[in-house]
């Protein structure tokens, strides 16, 4: 079965500091990845998403993830953490094609210290 | 703009009454999609729709309900006979092949 795996459920980083949030997927294939963001009592926000070709994903905020195939992994990077990123992050993955019934992790909570 | 609308924010339900959330979307997508979101569990699939009157069970659908009348709307049922019905409700939309969600902002269910 599909499934996806947050190792971190609580990181804190201090403002400025490079940031990088795990995330391994199981799936057979190759699957549609993506990073979300909800700030707390908001709805999810796509931050950035991999289909195919370059492995290295640019996203919005100043984020980036890259996919790994051979370690089935896609962990999302910031180089300098604002105060305001502050919030929950969800990794998710798909099947690629169809509607794409996402499947999500369990969310890694960062804390930024000023 | 377009988005997805969900209604009420806050809702409180007395233990054996039957609650509907409201999700409606001006994006003219396909599918939509019924998550609950416990603490540390992140996000569970209720039901899904890809086409106006067809819907399908998710993984945690006992005890909850759902329509398909018009492309735009997909209220969920929040009945009796869910045991513990107190979480966040995430709604959300997609287009075939486009890849990932577009959220509702959520309702959050009390039971009081």
Redesign the interface.
């Known amino acids: 079965a599909q499934s996806v795996t947050q190792p971190d ?1 609580h990181i804190t980083v201090s403002e400025g500091a490079s940031l990088e949030l795990r995330c391994n997927y199981s799936y057979g294939a190759t699957p ?1 990845l ?1 990073w ?1 963001v909800q700030s707390p ?6 931050l950035l ?1 991999y ?1 195919s070709g370059d492995t290295l994903v640019q996203g919005i905020k100043g984020f980036e993830a890259e996919f790994k195939r051979s370690q089935s992994s896609f962990n999302l990077r910031k180089p300098s953490v604002h105060w305001s990123d502050a919030a929950e992050y ?1 990794c998710a993955v ?1 099947p690629s ?6 499947i ?4 890694t909570r960062l804390a930024v210290h000023p | 703009d377009g988005g ?1 609308t ?1 209604s009420p924010k806050y809702l409180f339900r007395k233990e054996g009454q039957n609650v509907t959330l409201s999700c409606e979307q001006n994006l003219n997508h ?2 939509m ?1 019924w ?1 609950r979101q416990d603490p ?4 569970r ?1 209720i039901y ?1 729709s ?1 086409i106006v009157n067809d819907f399908q069970k998710g993984d945690i659908a006992e005890g909850y309900s759902v329509s398909r009348e018009k492309k735009e709307s997909f209220p969920l049922t929040v009945t009796s006979a869910q045991k513990n019905p107190t979480a ?1 409700y ?1 709604c ?1 939309s ?1 287009i ?11 309702t ?1 269910l009390t039971v009081v």
Do not use: H, P, V, W
Request: charged share 10%.
């Open positions: 459920i549609y993506f979300y009592g908001q709805g999810l926000q796509l998403k289909f969800f798909a094609g169809g509607y794409n019934k996402l999500f992790g369990a969310g | 997805i969900q396909d599918a999609y998550y540390g569990q992140g996000l699939l899904y890809q966040f995430l959300a997609s075939e092949g486009a890849g990932g969600y577009t959220f509702g902002s959520g959050r």
